[in-house]
């Protein structure tokens, strides 16, 4: 599905596709909402290989993704970090609000998996919002069989202006990742959530919260899975 100009998509279930394209320019995506609206409905058994999108892919000032549900969803191959996420990609000043997210997998042998969860990148100024807004994302796994190239996250990864608030993280699991939970760069902040029991199966990966130049502000991060740490703060504030 693309939506484009003020459309509406409601009430939908979207299941089994699949997406193969191929290369770094490769932006297929399974459902496209650019300035439009997806609710209440469902993506899930889709499956996605060598693209640069999400299996949802969200961008524009007025797009927006609200009480639907994204499972079960398969990504491999992709070649982007920032963009890529085997559930949604946001990007841009668009919003996720009210959204579930879980059991999706990104998986690639070459090492390049990226985010299985939620991945929220705006090119250009931190000023400008990508929001995820009470959500729940769990259960997500990102396993990358390269740990030099998978600087990645199991969870959520949030960049330049993306903001993360009163929302769930929860048991998401990282392989060769950066961290299993949150993923805090440059700009982002992450608001009144809870991140918990979240998993990292790396040596050098931190279990809970990465804060890698990004805000957070009460927060509840406990009960995640490392060799190193619970939250791990590069910079940022906090």
């Not at 070649?79 to 990007?91: K, L, M, P, Q, T």
């Not at 991945?119 to 997500?140: P, Q």
């Amino acid at each position: 599905i693309y939506a484009e100009g003020n459309s509406i998509v409601a009430d939908c279930d979207i299941l089994k596709n699949t997406v193969l394209e191929s290369g770094y320019n490769s932006m297929g995506s399974t459902v496209v909402i650019n300035n439009s609206i997806l609710r209440d409905s469902k993506i899930h058994h889709n499956i996605m290989r060598d693209c640069r999108g999400g299996t949802v892919r969200i961008y524009g000032s007025s797009a927006l993704i609200e009480n639907c549900k994204v499972y079960d969803n398969r990504a491999s191959g992709v070649e982007y970090r920032d963009h890529c996420a085997g559930g949604i990609s946001v990007s841009g000043s668009a919003t996720v609000r009210n959204c579930e997210v879980f059991n999706n997998v990104d998986n690639d042998g070459a090492g390049r998996a990226h985010c299985a969860g939620i991945s929220a990148f705006v090119n250009g100024a931190s000023t400008t919002l990508a929001l995820i807004e009470n959500c729940v994302i769990t259960n997500n796994k990102c396993y990358a069989h390269n740990a030099k190239n998978a600087t990645v996250a199991g969870g959520v990864i949030l960049n330049n202006g993306a903001v993360l608030r009163n929302s769930l993280v929860a048991g998401n699991l990282g392989n060769n990742t950066s961290v299993a939970g949150v993923w805090a760069k440059s700009g982002s902040k992450v608001e009144n959530c809870t991140i918990a029991n979240n998993g990292a199966a790396s040596a050098t990966a931190c279990g809970g919260l990465l804060i890698d130049g990004g805000m957070v502000t009460n927060c509840i991060v406990y009960g995640n899975l490392s060799s190193t740490a619970d939250v791990k703060y590069n910079s940022g504030k906090v």
